[in-house]
Each structure stands twice: as C-alpha cells, then as structure tokens.
C-alpha cells in the first residue's frame, strides 16, 4: 500500500526522517486520531511547508507543526483538555512580530499558558535580525519556522492576536481578538527591530496579567 508521505516526492533521508516523526506522532495520538488521519496531517504539513530555507530542517518542522495542529484540533473536539490558556499571534509573515510575541509570552508565562503563532502569508525563514535581537534577552529562537495560519489552530485558541494581517484571521464566537498595531520588523534595521521588540514585550506583559492568575506569593 502507498501511503500519503510515500506519494510525496522527497529524498531517501528526508523520507526516511518523516517516517521517523509519523510514528512518534501515531503512537502520541492513538486512540484519539487514526493513523491515516496523523498521517494525512503530516504529508498536509510537509506540503505547506516544503518553501522552509533551512532544509535540514524540514522533517522537524513538519513534525513540530503537526504535532501542534492536532492537538489543536483534540482541543476543538475535546479530546484532548485544555489545562491552560491557549494564545495565537497572527502577523503576515510569521517572520518577526509573531514570533517575537510568542517567544516572549511563553519565556514570561513560565507555563501558565501556552503560545501558538501563525502567518497568512509565511515567509520562508525568521528575520535574522529578529533571531538577534531576542538573542539578546536569553531568547533563542533561531529554530523557529514560519508556520501558515490553520482552522483548527484559530479555533483553538482562547486569545487571538493580530499584527498587520487585517481581516484574513477567521472570527469564531467565544474568544478574545484584539489588533496590536505594531511596525513591521522586515521594514526595520536592528536598532529598529530592538525598539518593536520592547514595543511587544509591554503589550505581552500587560496580556499576560490579564489572562492568567496571579502566582502565589506574587
């Protein structure tokens, strides 16, 4: 039988690395998904994102970002619980606002909440300058990857915050959307980008104590 990731045209080893991550991803979600659906996500993945530059890269990618999706879509359909909020960014690249946003939301939540980001038009790397400037804060994410924005993802999540993407993010009943007006970092030098970061990192902190709980002793 020729499954779906067998139709796709890639190298032996690449193959060979997805077939690897299809596996763990079957075993993580049996019982709640079959195996031709895991599978499905996957090759869906792989597919969205073959334009990724780092290309040693992709079959982490692809295994990280349909990792995410479903369990996304086991929260929409219960399967799965949701122990803590659930937050998106949208911009239009996932190349630097997003991503930034995320970064520095889930550094600052210590587990208080989890941190999804998403593009409506992915760029095919983060911004280097963006990469450094985190860097800067103890913040790596220089293996971070534009993702393309999904249904289920949206419809996972309690918050959604955009940057610059306008109406292309879906509206469902029920959650929390705010528009964060924020300059775009591909339009900006590193001095630059550094003044758009501390600009997310105000609007992430006050976001942060107003979706979560205060700690105790806090």
């Known amino acids: 039988m020729v499954t779906q990731l067998q139709e796709l045209e890639v190298d032996v080893i690449t193959r060979g690395h997805l077939l690897k991550g299809l596996d763990a991803l079957r075993h993580e979600f049996a019982g709640i998904f079959s195996p031709e659906t895991v599978e499905g996500f996957m090759a869906e993945s792989l597919q969205a994102l073959s334009g990724a530059r780092l290309k040693h890269y992709v079959p982490l990618f692809v ?4 990792r995410e999706r479903l369990r996304a879509l086991a929260q929409v359909e219960g399967t799965i619980a949701k122990e803590v909020p659930e937050v998106l960014f949208v911009c239009v690249q996932n190349a630097g606002r997003s991503q930034m946003a995320a970064a520095l939301l889930n550094h600052l939540g210590e587990g208080r909440l989890h941190v999804r980001s998403a593009g409506s038009e992915p760029a095919d790397q983060v911004n280097r300058n963006v990469v450094t400037a985190m860097s800067e804060l103890g913040i790596d994410i220089a293996k971070e990857f534009p993702k393309p924005m999904t249904d289920e993802v949206v419809r996972a999540a309690d918050v959604v915050i955009t940057m610059g993407c306008g109406d292309t993010c879906p509206i469902y009943p029920g959650k929390r959307y705010e528009d ?8 900006a030098d590193l001095e630059g980008v550094r003044r758009i970061r501390d600009q997310i990192a105000d609007r992430v902190r006050h976001l942060l104590a107003d979706v979560t709980p205060a700690r105790n002793g806090s």
Do not use: G, K
């Open 63 to 66: 295994h990280r970002f349909a």
């Open 180 to 187: 964060w007006v924020v300059d775009d970092p591909a339009e």
